[in-house]
C-alpha cells in the first residue's frame, strides 16, 4: 500500500480517512491536469487497497462524523453515570462501550473520543466492516466509532491487537458501540482482552436544561418557562427513565411554545404527544406487528407487558382470521415480504418497544409483569385520534377485538375507555358499533360498554347519543344492554349525579320480572346501588334508601331487590346508620321499615339478622348505650314485623354470650305488653 507522507490535519484529512480503505485512488492536482481535468488546490495522492492481499469483499463504508453535528453533540452533552472512568479506560487505544439503544450511546462514544481536543477528527465506521481487515488512517484522524458490530465474538483478541501500534502511533483511538445483554460486558472483556465500558443513560432532567439552555439563552426567561410548567414537570414531563433524545425534545416544544405564551406542561405533553403519535402510526401502519403493538399498548398501557404481548397477537389472529369481515385488516395481516411468525429474523419485544416509542419497566424478580408504557402518558389518547381519522376502516376491527378482552376489571376499564375515546374521536359515530359490542356473548362486554356510555357522556359533541342510547337500553328487551345502562351508573364509571343515576335504575328497576334473563340484571343493580351509597355523602345515601323504600312497598322483583340490598347497605357503615336515625325523622323511619322488610323476606333474613347481632356486639361493649340502635328497635318493635318477631325470639333463646340479649328481653316485654290489632276488614 502507498500513501503520501504529506498530510496535516484539516477539513480534507475527514475525506481522506473516509475514503483509506476504499479501493480507489484519489488524486488532487493543483493547477495540473488530471484525466484531462483541471483542478486547483494543494496536492496529495491516495491509493488503497486491501490490505495483506486478502481477496476484496467490496468497500468498506465509513465517513466523517460531520462538523456541525459534532459541534452539536458536544455542546448539548450531558455526561452520564462514569464518563470520567470510562475516558481513562478509553486511552488503552481500543475500548467497547455497552449499553441499551436509544440512550445516548453513540453520543456518549462521540464524546468520549473527542473529549480534550478543540477540533477533533472522527470517523464514524459501520459495523458491517470487517475489522480484522481493517485498518487506521496514519494520521490526522484522533478517533473512531464503530456502530453496532453483528457479530462481536466475531472478533479475536489478536484482530485487535494487530490494530493496537497504528492506532498507537496516530494518535487515535477506536470505540465499538453494542447492544447490552446479560452478562455481555464480562464475557467480551474476557474474549477481546479490552476494557469493555458500560453506558448508563444521563439524567433526563440534566439533559433538558441543557436543551433548554442552547433554545432559549436568557436566564430569566428559562426561570420564567419552568415555573409556568408547574409541579408536574418532573412526574410526567420528564420521568426518570425518559431517554435524552426525548428530553431534548420536550426542552424544544417548551421553547417553542414558550415564544408565544406561558406554557403549561399539560399544553406540553399535548403538543408533544401529538408529534409522536403522528409519527409512530406513520411508522407502523406498513407493520402489521408494530401496528398492532402501537393499539395494544394505546389500550394497556401502564400494564403487564404480557397483556400487551398477548392483547397484540389476538389482534393480529383477528385481522388474519376475519379476511372478508374487514377490509381495512389488510394492514394488519402477515403479507409476503413481511416479517411472519417464525421467521428466522424475529424482532425482540425490546426492538418492538424502541420503535412504538416505549419503555418497559424493570422490577426486581418479575419478567412477563414489568408494566410496559409509553414514555408521555399522553401519547396513546393521541395515537386513537391519529387512527380515528386517518384509519376509519380499522375502526369495526378494533371493537371486535375489544369486546374480547379478559374479565380483569382493570382491562375492562381500559377497553371500555378505548372504545369511548373513539367515539369522542369520531363525534359520536362509532357509537353505531356499542349495541353490537354489548350483545356480544362474553362475561365483560356489557361493562365495556357501559365504560364507553358513561365516559362518552362527559364529551359535549357525544354527550345527547350517549344519553339517547342510555334511555333506550334501560327500556330495552334485551338482559345485556339494560345489565350495560346499570354499569355506567356506577360513580366511577361516569358522570352522573346520585339524581341522575338513580333515576336510570328506576327506570331498569321497573323492567324487571321473574324471567331468567333478569336475574343478572338484579344482580348488577344491587351491586351499583351499594357503590353509590359507599361512596355517597350523607345526601345521597338518603336519597338511595329512600328509593328502596318505595320499591320495599311496591311487591314483585323490586320489593325483593330493596330486601336483598339494604342489609350490606347498613352493615357497611353501623356508625353513619345510627347517626342518621337520631338526626333525621324521615331516614329513621326509612331504615325501619328497610330492616323489617329484609327481615321479612325468608332469602334476606339471615343477613339482616346479622347485620343486627354485629350491631348489638358494639353496644354492648360501649360504655354508654347506642341511641341509633335503640331507636331502629324501639321502631320496629312499634311496627310489630313478623320478621323482627322472629330475631327477637331468636336472640332470647340464643347462648347468655349471645349479643343484644338483654336489650331483646326488654322489647319482648313491651310487645307482649301490647294486644293484638283487632282485624276490622
Same mark, same amino acid.
Given at each position: 500500500?502507498?500513501?503520501?507522507?504529506?498530510?496535516?490535519?484539516?477539513?480534507?484529512?475527514?475525506?481522506?480517512?473516509?475514503?483509506?480503505?476504499?479501493?480507489?485512488?484519489?488524486?488532487?492536482?493543483?493547477?495540473?491536469?488530471?484525466?484531462?481535468?483541471?483542478?486547483?488546490?494543494?496536492?496529495?495522492?491516495?491509493?488503497?487497497?486491501?490490505?495483506?492481499?486478502?481477496?476484496?469483499?467490496?468497500?468498506?463504508?465509513?465517513?466523517?462524523?460531520?462538523?456541525?453535528?459534532?459541534?452539536?453533540?458536544? @455542546?448539548?452533552?450531558?455526561?452520564?453515570?462514569?464518563?470520567?472512568?470510562?475516558?481513562? !479506560?478509553?486511552?488503552?487505544?481500543?475500548?467497547?462501550?455497552?449499553?441499551?439503544?436509544?440512550?445516548?450511546?453513540?453520543?456518549?462514544?462521540?464524546?468520549?473520543?473527542? /473529549?480534550? $481536543?478543540?477540533?477533533?477528527? %472522527?470517523?464514524?465506521?459501520?459495523?458491517?466492516?470487517?475489522?480484522?481487515?481493517?485498518?487506521?488512517?496514519?494520521?490526522?484522524?484522533?478517533?473512531?466509532?464503530?456502530?453496532?458490530?453483528?457479530?462481536?465474538?466475531?472478533?479475536?483478541?489478536?484482530?485487535?491487537?494487530?490494530?493496537? #501500534?497504528?492506532?498507537?502511533?496516530?494518535?487515535?483511538?477506536?470505540? +465499538?458501540?453494542? #447492544?447490552?445483554?446479560?452478562?455481555?460486558?464480562?464475557?467480551?472483556?474476557?474474549?477481546?482482552?479490552?476494557?469493555?465500558?458500560? /453506558?448508563?443513560?444521563?439524567?433526563?432532567?440534566?439533559?433538558?436544561?441543557?436543551?433548554?439552555?442552547?433554545?432559549?439563552?436568557?436566564?430569566?426567561?428559562?426561570?420564567? %418557562?419552568?415555573?409556568?410548567?408547574?409541579?408536574?414537570?418532573?412526574?410526567?414531563?420528564?420521568?426518570?427513565?425518559?431517554?435524552?433524545?426525548?428530553?431534548?425534545?420536550?426542552?424544544?416544544?417548551?421553547?417553542?411554545?414558550?415564544?408565544?405564551?406561558?406554557?403549561?406542561?399539560?399544553?406540553?405533553?399535548?403538543?408533544?404527544?401529538?408529534?409522536?403519535?403522528?409519527?409512530?402510526?406513520?411508522?407502523?401502519?406498513?407493520?402489521?406487528?408494530?401496528?398492532? /403493538?402501537?393499539?395494544?399498548?394505546?389500550?394497556?398501557?401502564?400494564?403487564? @407487558?404480557?397483556?400487551?404481548?398477548?392483547?397484540?397477537?389476538?389482534?393480529?389472529?383477528?385481522?388474519?382470521?376475519?379476511?372478508?369481515?374487514?377490509?381495512?385488516?389488510?394492514? %394488519?395481516?402477515?403479507?409476503?415480504?413481511?416479517?411472519?411468525?417464525?421467521? #428466522?429474523?424475529?424482532?425482540?419485544?425490546?426492538?418492538?418497544?424502541?420503535? +412504538?416509542?416505549?419503555?418497559?419497566?424493570?422490577?426486581?424478580?418479575?419478567?412477563?409483569?414489568?408494566?410496559?408504557?409509553?414514555?408521555?402518558?399522553?401519547?396513546?389518547?393521541?395515537?386513537?385520534?391519529?387512527?380515528?381519522?386517518?384509519?376509519?376502516?380499522?375502526?369495526?376491527?378494533?371493537?371486535?377485538?375489544?369486546?374480547?378482552?379478559?374479565?380483569?376489571?382493570?382491562?375492562?376499564?381500559?377497553?371500555?375507555?378505548? +372504545?369511548?375515546?373513539?367515539?369522542?374521536?369520531?363525534?359520536?359515530?362509532?357509537?353505531?358499533?356499542? @349495541?353490537?359490542?354489548?350483545?356480544?356473548?362474553?362475561?365483560?362486554?356489557?361493562?365495556?360498554?357501559?365504560?364507553?356510555?358513561?365516559?362518552?357522556?362527559?364529551?359535549?359533541?357525544? !354527550?345527547?347519543?350517549?344519553?339517547?342510547?342510555?334511555?333506550?337500553?334501560?327500556?330495552?328487551?334485551?338482559?345485556?344492554?339494560?345489565?350495560?345502562?346499570?354499569? !355506567?351508573? $356506577?360513580?366511577? /364509571?361516569?358522570?352522573?349525579?346520585?339524581?341522575?343515576?338513580?333515576?336510570?335504575?328506576?327506570?331498569?328497576?321497573?323492567?324487571?320480572?321473574?324471567?331468567?334473563?333478569?336475574?343478572?340484571?338484579?344482580?348488577?343493580?344491587?351491586?351499583?346501588?351499594?357503590?353509590?351509597?359507599?361512596?355517597?355523602?350523607?345526601?345521597?345515601?338518603?336519597?338511595?334508601?329512600?328509593?328502596?323504600?318505595?320499591?320495599?312497598?311496591?311487591?314483585?322483583?323490586?320489593?325483593?331487590?330493596?330486601?336483598?340490598?339494604?342489609?350490606?347497605?347498613?352493615?357497611?357503615?353501623?356508625?353513619?346508620?345510627?347517626?342518621? +336515625?337520631?338526626?333525621?325523622?324521615?331516614?329513621?323511619?326509612?331504615?325501619?321499615? %328497610?330492616?323489617?322488610?329484609?327481615?321479612?323476606?325468608?332469602?334476606?333474613?339471615?343477613?339482616?339478622?346479622?347485620?343486627?347481632?354485629?350491631?348489638?356486639?358494639?353496644?354492648?361493649?360501649?360504655?354508654?348505650?347506642?341511641?341509633?340502635?335503640?331507636?331502629?328497635?324501639?321502631?320496629?318493635?312499634?311496627?310489630?314485623?313478623?320478621?323482627?318477631?322472629?330475631?327477637?325470639?331468636?336472640?332470647?333463646?340464643?347462648?347468655?354470650?349471645?349479643?343484644?340479649?338483654?336489650?331483646?328481653?326488654?322489647?319482648?316485654?313491651?310487645?307482649?305488653?301490647?294486644?293484638?290489632?283487632?282485624?276490622?276488614?
Amino acid at each position: 500500500m502507498v500513501r503520501s507522507k504529506v498530510l496535516q490535519a484539516g477539513d480534507l484529512n475527514a475525506l481522506v480517512a473516509a475514503l483509506a480503505s476504499e479501493q480507489r485512488m484519489v488524486v488532487v492536482a493543483p493547477n495540473g491536469t488530471v484525466n484531462t481535468g483541471l483542478v486547483t488546490g494543494d496536492q496529495r495522492q491516495v491509493v488503497a487497497t486491501s490490505t495483506s492481499g486478502g481477496s476484496a469483499t467490496g468497500p468498506m463504508r465509513q465517513g466523517p462524523v460531520r462538523a456541525k453535528d459534532l459541534k452539536s453533540a458536544r @455542546r448539548r452533552f450531558v455526561p452520564p453515570p462514569g464518563f470520567e472512568n470510562a475516558l481513562t !479506560a478509553l486511552d488503552s487505544g481500543i475500548s467497547v462501550l455497552v449499553g441499551e439503544p436509544g440512550t445516548g450511546r453513540e453520543t456518549h462514544g462521540v464524546n468520549l473520543l473527542a /473529549h480534550g $481536543r478543540e477540533e477533533p477528527v %472522527l470517523v464514524q465506521v459501520d459495523g458491517a466492516v470487517d475489522l480484522s481487515r481493517w485498518e487506521p488512517w496514519p494520521q490526522g484522524v484522533h478517533g473512531y466509532l464503530v456502530m453496532e458490530p453483528p457479530d462481536p465474538f466475531a472478533l479475536r483478541a489478536w484482530d485487535l491487537s494487530r490494530l493496537e #501500534a497504528p492506532l498507537a502511533k496516530a494518535g487515535a483511538r477506536l470505540l +465499538i458501540v453494542l #447492544a447490552d445483554a446479560s452478562g455481555l460486558a464480562t464475557t467480551l472483556e474476557d474474549h477481546l482482552g479490552t476494557p469493555v465500558l458500560r /453506558h448508563l443513560p444521563p439524567d433526563p432532567r440534566k439533559v433538558f436544561t441543557a436543551h433548554l439552555a442552547e433554545f432559549c439563552p436568557d436566564k430569566d426567561m428559562r426561570a420564567q %418557562l419552568l415555573r409556568s410548567l408547574g409541579p408536574r414537570l418532573f412526574d410526567e414531563l420528564l420521568r426518570a427513565e425518559l431517554p435524552p433524545r426525548y428530553a431534548a425534545q420536550a426542552a424544544g416544544a417548551v421553547a417553542r411554545l414558550g415564544a408565544s405564551a406561558a406554557p403549561s406542561c399539560a399544553t406540553v405533553l399535548h403538543a408533544l404527544a401529538h408529534a409522536e403519535s403522528m409519527e409512530l402510526v406513520a411508522r407502523a401502519q406498513e407493520d402489521p406487528e408494530l401496528l398492532a /403493538h402501537l393499539v395494544s399498548l394505546s389500550v394497556y398501557d401502564g400494564l403487564d @407487558r404480557g397483556v400487551v404481548v398477548e392483547q397484540a397477537a389476538e389482534l393480529l389472529a383477528l385481522a388474519n382470521a376475519g379476511r372478508e369481515q374487514w377490509p381495512g385488516a389488510q394492514r %394488519l395481516r402477515n403479507q409476503g415480504g413481511r416479517q411472519q411468525v417464525g421467521a #428466522a429474523r424475529q424482532r425482540t419485544l425490546p426492538e418492538i418497544l424502541r420503535a +412504538i416509542g416505549a419503555h418497559r419497566g424493570q422490577q426486581p424478580g418479575r419478567d412477563a409483569t414489568d408494566p410496559v408504557s409509553f414514555f408521555w402518558p399522553t401519547v396513546g389518547d393521541a395515537v386513537w385520534e391519529v387512527l380515528c381519522r386517518d384509519h376509519t376502516d380499522l375502526l369495526p376491527l378494533f371493537h371486535t377485538w375489544l369486546a374480547g378482552t379478559g374479565s380483569e376489571p382493570v382491562h375492562v376499564a381500559r377497553a371500555g375507555k378505548a +372504545i369511548a375515546a373513539m367515539a369522542v374521536a369520531t363525534g359520536g359515530r362509532t357509537l353505531r358499533f356499542l @349495541r353490537h359490542l354489548a350483545l356480544v356473548p362474553w362475561p365483560s362486554a356489557a361493562e365495556m360498554a357501559a365504560w364507553c356510555l358513561g365516559a362518552t357522556a362527559r364529551d359535549p359533541a357525544t !354527550a345527547a347519543k350517549a344519553e339517547d342510547l342510555l334511555e333506550q337500553w334501560s327500556v330495552a328487551p334485551e338482559a345485556a344492554l339494560r345489565k350495560a345502562v346499570a354499569y !355506567a351508573c $356506577r360513580s366511577d /364509571h361516569g358522570h352522573f349525579t346520585s339524581g341522575q343515576a338513580l333515576r336510570l335504575l328506576h327506570q331498569l328497576v321497573e323492567t324487571l320480572t321473574d324471567d331468567a334473563g333478569d336475574v343478572s340484571v338484579v344482580a348488577v343493580v344491587a351491586e351499583v346501588l351499594m357503590e353509590r351509597f359507599m361512596v355517597g355523602d350523607s345526601r345521597a345515601r338518603g336519597a338511595v334508601l329512600a328509593r328502596m323504600w318505595g320499591w320495599a312497598g311496591s311487591g314483585g322483583v323490586p320489593s325483593v331487590l330493596a330486601a336483598r340490598a339494604f342489609p350490606a347497605m347498613a352493615g357497611t357503615d353501623l356508625s353513619w346508620c345510627g347517626s342518621q +336515625i337520631v338526626a333525621d325523622a324521615e331516614t329513621a323511619a326509612c331504615m325501619v321499615h %328497610l330492616t323489617g322488610h329484609a327481615l321479612n323476606e325468608a332469602t334476606t333474613y339471615a343477613f339482616m339478622r346479622e347485620v343486627l347481632l354485629t350491631w348489638c356486639c358494639g353496644a354492648d361493649d360501649a360504655a354508654q348505650p347506642d341511641p341509633g340502635l335503640e331507636e331502629l328497635l324501639k321502631g320496629l318493635t312499634q311496627a310489630r314485623e313478623p320478621g323482627f318477631l322472629r330475631w327477637l325470639l331468636a336472640v332470647e333463646r340464643g347462648p347468655d354470650s349471645m349479643p343484644g340479649k338483654v336489650l331483646a328481653e326488654r322489647l319482648l316485654t313491651v310487645w307482649r305488653s301490647k294486644p293484638l290489632a283487632s282485624n276490622t276488614d
